[in-house]
């Protein structure tokens, strides 16, 4: 039995509004699966970021421990010429009546030490003098700083992207555009923290 005219338009226009239904959800999981795809891409890029700020603490704590090494080393070979020209010269003061020969081996003897004195304490050349030394550790300190700042937020960047993009997976099986609205604001944190691991334009209060 044929449907009558209203019946008819109702079953077509049910059938056009699900047939939209579908389309809009169709593009809905569309749109959704990219949001997801630019979040594990960014979430890649923060465990570089992360992983690149570790290695720079560590290796840059490791050099500033070696150059502080050194430097200690090199004051301490100062220190006991600076006592070996210390007592040479007590001693031309308490023999006023040494020889002039000796006097002079003496007096070179000291000229010598207050030389490697002074190149212990800087010596451009090598770049290996005391003061030299001291600027390359408090350099490495500072990289060390640095990456140690950078540290987390690459890793609350992390953390962010991975439950954004398990929330932008959920609201694909669900249907559900809260959800993706949800991910979407907790990706755009971690993007923000994650710019602010490289470029470190505010301090975290939490880290």
Same mark, same amino acid.
């Given at each position: 039995?044929?449907?009558?005219?209203?019946?008819?338009?109702?079953?077509?226009?049910?059938?056009?509004?699900?047939?939209?239904?579908?389309?809009?959800?169709?593009? !809905?999981?569309?749109?959704?699966?990219?949001?997801?795809?630019?979040?594990?891409?960014?979430? /890649?890029?923060?465990?570089?970021?992360?992983?690149?700020?570790?290695?720079? =603490?560590? *290796?840059?704590?490791?050099?500033?421990?070696?150059?502080? /090494?050194? %430097?200690? &080393?090199?004051?301490?070979?100062?220190?006991?010429?600076?006592?070996? /020209? *210390?007592?040479?010269?007590?001693?031309?003061?308490?023999?006023?009546? =040494?020889?002039?020969?000796?006097?002079?081996?003496?007096?070179?003897?000291?000229?010598? %030490? $207050?030389?490697?004195?002074?190149? %212990?304490?800087?010596?451009?050349?090598?770049?290996?003098?005391?003061?030299?030394?001291? *600027?390359?550790? $408090? &350099?490495?300190?500072?990289?060390?700083?640095?990456?140690?700042?950078?540290?987390? *937020?690459?890793?609350?960047?992390? &953390?962010? !992207?991975?439950?954004s993009i398990?929330?932008?997976?959920?609201?694909?099986?669900?249907?559900?555009?809260?959800?993706?609205?949800?991910?979407?604001?907790?990706? /755009?944190?971690?993007?923000?923290?994650m710019l602010?691991? !490289?470029?470190?334009? !505010?301090?975290?209060?939490?880290?």
């Amino acid at each position: 039995m044929a449907l009558e005219a209203p019946e008819a338009a109702d079953a077509a226009e049910a059938i056009k509004e699900a047939s939209e239904e579908r389309a809009s959800s169709e593009r !809905f999981r569309r749109r959704a699966a990219v949001t997801i795809g630019v979040l594990a891409m960014l979430l /890649a890029i923060s465990g570089l970021g992360g992983g690149n700020a570790t290695k720079e =603490m560590i *290796n840059s704590n490791i050099l500033a421990s070696d150059t502080w /090494a050194f %430097y200690q &080393a090199k004051n301490i070979r100062q220190t006991s010429n600076q006592l070996a /020209a *210390n007592e040479l010269s007590v001693l031309l003061l308490s023999q006023p009546d =040494m020889p002039p020969a000796s006097r002079d081996q003496v007096q070179r003897r000291i000229d010598s %030490y $207050q030389a490697t004195i002074a190149r %212990y304490e800087s010596d451009p050349s090598t770049g290996e003098g005391k003061v030299e030394l001291q *600027n390359r550790a $408090q &350099a490495f300190e500072q990289r060390r700083d640095r990456a140690a700042r950078q540290d987390p *937020n690459f890793d609350f960047a992390q &953390a962010l !992207f991975q439950i954004s993009i398990v929330l932008g997976s959920v609201s694909i099986v669900a249907t559900s555009r809260r959800l993706l609205v949800l991910g979407l604001a907790l990706g /755009a944190v971690a993007t923000v923290l994650m710019l602010n691991g !490289f470029l470190l334009v !505010f301090e975290l209060p939490f880290a």
